[in-house]
T-cell receptor
């Protein structure tokens, strides 16, 4: 059974810092991995989807990497801003089964 | 947002009453999902559907039923609401085309008194 872990559960950084959020999964037989952002009281917004055949995917200041063999993905946020404060969740797609979600990392960027 | 709407967005009801939440999509994707999200538990799958009249249970399906009579609508019913079902409910779709990216609706906040 696929399990997804995100560490740390919470992170606080000063504005302007580059940061990395971690996601690990137990079964490397995945189809793709998706990163989401959730603002307080809001729904989940898809940030990036990285396919199993890709090593990384970029969108603006965000860069997601994937290492299937080690069961790890990272979300790199460059030059963090207070507006980046949110909870970030990763989810693993193993094919014809529902996504398996991590519990998320709550990020606070302090001005 | 992949054209996903949820209704109602907020609801307060009493224990023992039936409640139906609606999820509507405009892109006619096969897969639709219902989740609940609670502090300390994260996002938990209730039920999902892979086509009209084709549904399956998730990890927290007890006390919930679903129906999908049209591709665009997925209904979640609490037959007799309990206080433990107070939660935020999210609907999601997974795209059939491209890389099967999943998108979420805005959520329904349900309070059972």
């Amino acid at each position: 059974k696929q399990e997804v872990t995100q560490i740390p559960a919470a992170l606080s950084v000063p504005e302007g810092e580059n940061l990395v959020l971690n996601c690990s999964f137990t079964d490397s037989a995945i189809y793709n991995l998706q990163w989401f952002r959730q603002d307080p009281g809001k729904g989940l917004t898809s940030l990036l989807l990285i396919q199993s055949s890709q090593r990384e995917q970029t969108s603006g200041r965000l860069n997601a990497s994937l290492d299937k063999s080690s069961g790890r993905s990272t979300l790199y946020i460059a030059a963090s801003q207070p507006g980046d404060s949110a909870t970030y969740l990763c989810a693993v797609d193993s094919g014809n089964t529902p996504l398996v979600f991590g519990k998320g990392t709550r990020l606070s960027v302090i001005a | 947002d992949a054209g996903i709407t949820q209704s109602p967005r907020h609801k307060v009801t009493e224990t023992g009453t039936p409640v139906t939440l609606r999820c509507h999509q405009t892109e006619n994707h096969r897969y639709m999902y219902w989740y609940r999200q609670d502090p300390g538990h994260g996002l938990r799958l209730i039920h999902y559907s892979y086509g009209v009249k084709d549904t399956d249970k998730g990890e927290v399906s007890d006390g919930y039923s679903v129906s999908r009579s049209k591709t665009e609508d997925f209904l979640l019913t609490l037959e007799s609401a309990t206080s433990s079902q107070t939660s935020v409910y999210f609907c999601a779709i997974r795209r059939d085309r491209g890389y099967n990216e999943q998108f979420f609706g805005p959520g329904t906040r349900l309070t059972v008194l």
